[in-house]
Structure formats: C-alpha cells, structure tokens
C-alpha cells in the first residue's frame, strides 16, 4: 500500500505523462497549421435545455427566436455534442464567445425591448461560468466537458477573453464586478478607482481617446490599478488550468496597451498559449494602423486581419481588383515581424456575413479556400459552411447572429474546408512560407506558398463567366504533372510544369475556367532541419517556447539562442519545446540543430530581462513641442528600446490629456534597475534628447508600479 504523498505523486506523474503523450494535441503555441472556427455559444447548438431559463437571470430567454437580443438556449453542452461535426470539417481549433459569468438583468433598447448579453461581452464575474452557457451554479463542469472532448477530437479551445470593460455603465448592474462571488465594486461608486470615468470614446482616433475613454458605455476597467491588474491575470491563469489553448482578447485597441504586453507575459509564463486580438481598423491606411503592428510585433500578441478582411469582402463581395488584396498583403508581410500569425476571416459578428453582402456561394467558396491556402490561420464563422445568412435590415449585428440552421456534412464549403485543412497539416508550406504572388490580373490571382522545397500553387478565377488563358505562369513546383488537390470540386484540374531555372519553372499553358479555384501542391523529402515558428515571440529566461517545423529528426538536439545552447524539455521530428536559456535581454536568432550536426535556419525571438510589471511613466513638463512631435520613453532594457530613438522602436508615442505632461503605460522587467530618458520625435524625425543624467528607477517584484518625473532641461 503506498503512503498518501506517494500515491498523490504517482498520481501526478500518470496525468503528466497523460498529457504528454495526448495524441492529438500538438503545442498550443503553433497556430499556423491550425483552422479556427468562430462560435457564439448561445447561437450554436442547444444541448441542454435545463439552463435555458436560469433562476438568477430569468426571464431574458426567448424560446420563440423573435426577439434577437435574448438568450436562444445554445450553450456549452450544445458545443460539445457537435464536437464530430467540426473535426469531420476540418476545423482544429474552436473559439467560443466570451463564456464568463454575464449581466444578470436585460436592459431595454430604444424601443423598449428587451436585450441581454447573450453574446458574453458583458462580463461581470471573470471567474465562473455563465449560467445560461452552463449550469445554474455558475461552475465550470460544462466548460471542462467541452475542453476534454474537444482535446479528444484534436481542436484547441480558444475562449474570447474580455479585459476591457465589465457591464453598461449606466443602466442594468452599472458595471458590477465579482471576484468569484465577491462584489468587488460598481461604476456609479467606484471609490477604489476600479474604473476609468471619461465618457465614450467620440474621436476613434486619438491614442489617449481609445484607451482611457469608454467604449459604448461599457464600464471601462482600469487595468493600472494592482486589483484589476491581479484580477484579470488570475482570471486568464484559471482559464489555462481549465485547459483553453488561447485568447481572442476582445477591443485590444480600447485597453491600455503597454498593460497587455504583461498580461501576455503572464499567461505564456503560465503555459504555452497563442493569443491575438481584436484590434478594429479598415486598412493599413488607418491612422493607428502604425500603432497596431508596433504593438503586435513588441508584445506577442498577435492580431485579427482586419485590413485584409475588408480587402477580401471588396474582391469577392464587391468584384475589386485582386491587386487590393495583393498590396494589403505586401504591405503587411513589411510591418509584421509575424504576418504568418495573423487571424484572416472573410467575416464575423461584428459585421454582414458574406452572403448578406453577396449572395453567390462560389465567391463564398473562393474566399474560404483563399483564406485557407494563404499565410495566417483562417478563421470561419459558425454557419458558413451551411450558407447561414439572415438579410433582416441589411444583416448586420444582431442578424449575423442566427441560430445555426443545420449541420450538413456533404456541402461544398463543408468539404473544401476538410480538405484543404488537411492540406495546410500536411504540407508545410501554407503556415510556414513564403508568399509570392506568380500571376494577376483583376479576376485572376495566381499565388505560390513556399516553406524550403515545399510548395502550394494556388489559382483562383473569380470571374463567373470568362474563363481566362493562363500563359508564362512560373512556378517553384519541381517539374512534373499535378493534379488538383481539390480533385475538381471547385472546377480545377491538373497542370504540368517543366524544368527552369532560379525557381522559375514553366507551366504550360492552360486555361482557368470561370469561378474556379485550383490548388497544387509539393513537399519535398526530408533535408536538414527548417524551422517554420516560435511561440511565443517574446519572453524572459525560465518560460518554455515551442518550436516548430519539419525534419528535426526523433534524436534530441540542440536548440540556440544565438550562441547559448538551451534547455531542451521536448523533442519530435516537428515540434520542440525548449526554455528561455538566461542571456542578456534582447533580439536572438533561434536555431535548431539536430543529431547529425545540421543547422536550421534562424528564427527572431525577443528575450525578455524579467517577467512583466505594468508602470505608469509620467513625465511633467515636457515641452515645448509642435503638433506632430511626441515624447517617447527610451532606456537600457529590450523593453525599454535598448535606448532606440525611432517611431517604430522606442516606447510610446507618450499620451498628453494633460499637456505638457505626458504619461505611457509600459510593461517593465520586474525586480530591476531602469535607466531612462524622454525624448522628442519631432515630425520630420529629428531627436531631442532631455538634458541631464539618466533617470533611474527599480521596478517593483510584482503588482504595478509608478514613477512621475521632470523632463531634465
Ligand atoms: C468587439 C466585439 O467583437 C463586439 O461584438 C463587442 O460588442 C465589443 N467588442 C465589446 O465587447
Ligand atoms: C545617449 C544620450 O545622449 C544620453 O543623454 C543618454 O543618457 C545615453 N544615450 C544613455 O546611454
Ligand atoms: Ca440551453
């Protein structure tokens, strides 16, 4: 009989090795490979009709389905009784709505009727589970269901986390916010200042506005202070204990950004995730657009394509020219360090489905395989694959939201996304490649994907009735003859191509019929090792980074962090987990290196000096300066720039609600010494540097910190 701390030791080593050898689970970290498939829990599937009317929220159910801002019964049961239905789809990953405890009471709209937050972004109770979602307790059985069958159909849980705000500050619960059951405090008497005050957000594009306004009069959280900080780092920590494998963080533009990086930090110190955001701009020509992909590329967190959603709505919904999506994608491949990690959708919650804004199912069927055989992982709105639309008043939120109609396994969409889901599993080239666009005009976008030797052809013709000659196309396919991956479904067939030189094969002439989409594809046999991703990006010595990619071989290794050899923790022919080893903070090049001495190449990945504290710098009097000149915060840590002095490279631009002071948010490595300076960036890029010696300051060892100080003339 074994005493009880050895049977308690026996016990956790069976669930360690038990989830190590998990057979379908690849690391959270690599999402590249992966298909996500968007679900609002309330409007999926209704699995258990017992929670429908829950006893402390009653009466914001609607079993008739008219009134479209009530609860409809679905619910995480719901989810997980269709766990088959997605896998045989080829979705790997699914992300619920927000499945935190919410609003208990409905708030009329403007013509009296009721609405409730069926949809989860009112979230009052960040650690317990919505009734309506789950059970009458609040507990999360339902939850851990749903993640275990998942993990055993091999999809990942993505829960949409939602950090900027709680409930309407005026009206229903005024913002209360429980810890577990605890009130914590409200809005309208907030005397531990939990909220920010400052009415809504009115100029969408001013830094401060965005941040530190309110959003639709959502109370907004002040995530600067410790409490609110701890609260929702231990909310997303329980998150990862119930098994999620990643965050759709919810309005990342309207929450303190320097905070979210530490809010990153956390959770990847935590266990491996992956986690993008949802940051809300038209175009690469937005005014913050320059904001958005410092802030990606700097924290780690990843984000939604939203300017290449609206580019592939203006292709397939509105017939533009295919250059539009080919010049978002050259522009944001310059930008992102990680364009690979960014989340592409043709449409979601927040606006028109796709067939509401064109009712043509073959341009349906040419966005979703786009979105499937580009780089970025492809996320898919609940329903698309049975054509789900509801036109009510131009469609858009809340008739984007039906109930899902049915659940089909023969349609077209259906199928296409099976297959080419396991294309993108099977050749590495989708995730981890290259993009080349090989051939265009405005009906015709021909575009290679390119990982080492392997290599998917794409062609789509969107044309619904001309077909077009398709002459000098080169491509990096190897010579021979390929049949469509699609075996025809979407009218494609097969292509031959000859040898050339340079990468430049020919294929002969052929022709593209109308409304066609043809998918060809190479892998090449196995070479030295090729590294295709790291996740996450950003992190300090001691957290476990997953890297993956092809031909690793099954004998350990070593993996580098520019010259210092680190730990290594795992080891498959495709994927590595390996520990931050303890070097000076800064940019590294990470290979890999396997037992026959060859080298991969090298992949970024920024080392962090310690794990994260949120500080509120303030800098008083710093002017005077001209429209169009910003402070910026520079010092001698990674985090602080390494004494950087670009827009793109040093901490800010600083906020200035109060001119001439200035403040920024920044997340700093605990438990050290800073040095640091203000500068000016003038408009033109001319830099000032504050007089004096350098500021000093230690970061405290955990919590929040401040510092206030004179701009040194
Ligand atoms: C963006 C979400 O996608 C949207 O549906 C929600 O209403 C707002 N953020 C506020 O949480
Ligand atoms: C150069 C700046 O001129 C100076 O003011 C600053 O203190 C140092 N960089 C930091 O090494
Ligand atoms: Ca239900």
Redesign the pocket.
């Known amino acids: 009989m074994l005493n009880k701390s050895t049977r308690r030791a026996v016990l956790s080593a069976l669930v360690f090795v038990a989830l190590f050898l998990s057979p379908f689970i690849s690391r959270a970290a690599d999402f590249r490979r992966e298909v996500v498939y968007q679900i609002i829990t309330d409007r999926f599937f209704d699995g258990n009709s017992a929670n429908n009317n829950p006893a402390q929220s009653s009466g914001l159910y609607d079993s008739t389905k008219t009134n479209w801002r009530a609860y409809w019964g679905g619910d995480l049961q719901g989810i997980q009784q269709k766990m088959s239905y997605l896998a045989g789809m080829g979705v790997t990953a699914i992300w619920i709505s927000p499945p935190v405890d919410n609003l208990n009471t409905n708030i009329p709209d403007g013509n009296g009727n009721p609405t409730a937050s069926y949809h989860g972004y009112q979230g009052r109770d960040f650690k317990r589970i919505e009734e309506h979602s789950g059970s009458a307790s609040n507990a999360w059985t339902d939850f851990d269901n749903l993640v275990t069958a998942a993990h055993s159909n091999g999809i990942k849980v993505i829960v949409d986390f939602a950090p900027n705000h709680s409930t309407q500050d005026n009206a229903g619960e005024f913002g209360a916010l429980y810890d577990n059951g605890t009130f914590l405090g409200n809005y309208t008497s907030d005397s531990n200042g939990y909220f920010h005050h400052n009415g809504n957000i009115s100029n969408w594009d001013d830094r401060y506005q965005v941040q530190y306004y309110t959003l639709f009069n959502l109370a907004d959280l002040n995530q600067e202070h410790a409490t609110v900080d701890a609260y929702m780092k231990a909310s997303a920590l329980l998150f990862q204990q119930h098994g999620v494998d990643g965050f759709r963080i919810d309005a990342i533009k309207h929450i303190t950004w320097g905070w979210q990086y530490s809010l990153a930090n956390s959770i990847y110190a935590n266990g491996d995730s992956f986690l993008f955001g949802e940051w809300y701009q038209t175009s690469t020509a937005d005014p913050l657009y320059r904001d958005s992909y410092k802030y990606t590329n700097k924290s780690g967190i990843s984000m939604l394509d939203f300017p290449l959603n609206t580019a592939i709505r203006n292709v397939f919904g509105s017939n533009a020219n295919f250059s539009d999506i080919d010049a978002v994608l050259t522009a944001e491949a310059a930008n992102f360090t990680w364009d690979e990690d960014l989340v592409t959708f043709i449409d979601n919650h927040d606006m028109t489905r796709f067939l509401t804004l064109l009712n043509n199912n073959n341009r349906l069927h040419q966005a979703l395989a786009f979105i499937l055989t580009q780089r970025g992982v492809p996320c898919i709105y609940y329903g698309t694959e049975q054509y789900l639309h509801n036109d009510t008043t131009g469609g858009g939120d809340p008739y984007n939201r039906p109930m899902m109609n049915a659940f089909s396994t023969t349609t077209t969409a259906y199928t296409l996304t099976n297959r080419l889901s396991t294309l993108r599993r099977n050749n590495p080239a989708i995730g981890y490649g290259s993009t080349q666009q090989r051939w265009m005009n405005s009906d015709v976008y021909i575009y290679e994907r390119k990982f080492f030797g392997n290599t998917v052809l794409v062609a789509i013709n969107k044309n619904e009735t001309t077909s077009y000659p398709v002459t000098g196309l080169n491509t990096a396919l190897p010579a021979g003859t390929y049949a469509d991956t699609l075996t025809g479904l979407l009218g494609g067939s097969s292509i031959t191509v000859a040898a050339g030189s340079g990468g430049n094969n020919p294929v002969s002439n052929f022709t593209l019929p109308a409304h066609t989409v043809a998918v060809w594809s190479f892998t090449e046999s196995p070479a030295a090792p090729q590294v295709g991703v790291i996740g996450p990006t950003v992190a300090h010595p001691g957290v476990r980074v997953t890297i993956g990619g092809k031909n690793f071989g099954t004998t350990t290794g070593t993996v580098k962090f520019g010259t210092t050899t680190a730990t290594v923790n795992s080891w498959t022919a495709t994927k590595i987990v390996a520990t931050v080893p303890v070097v000076t903070n800064g940019n590294y090049n990470v290979t890999v290196t396997n037992s026959s001495a060859q080298v991969s190449n090298g992949i970024q990945f920024t080392v962090l000096a310690a794990k994260l504290i949120p500080v509120t710098f303030t800098v008083f009097n710093a002017s005077p300066t001209q429209t169009g000149d910003y402070i910026f915060l520079?010092?001698?840590t990674v985090e602080l720039s390494n004494?950087a002095t670009t827009w793109d490279a040093a901490v800010g631009p600083m906020l200035t609600p109060n001119y001439p002071n200035w403040f920024l948010n920044v997340s700093v490595p605990a438990g050290t010494t800073l040095?640091f300076?203000f500068i000016k960036i003038a408009a033109n890029g001319t830099v000032t540097?504050?007089?004096?010696?350098?500021h000093t300051y230690t970061v405290p060892a955990s919590g929040v910190g401040f510092v206030n100080v004179n701009w040194q003339y």
């Not at 540097?689 to 350098?694: K, S």
């Open positions: 520079t010092g001698n004494w040095q300076k540097w504050e007089a004096g010696a350098n």
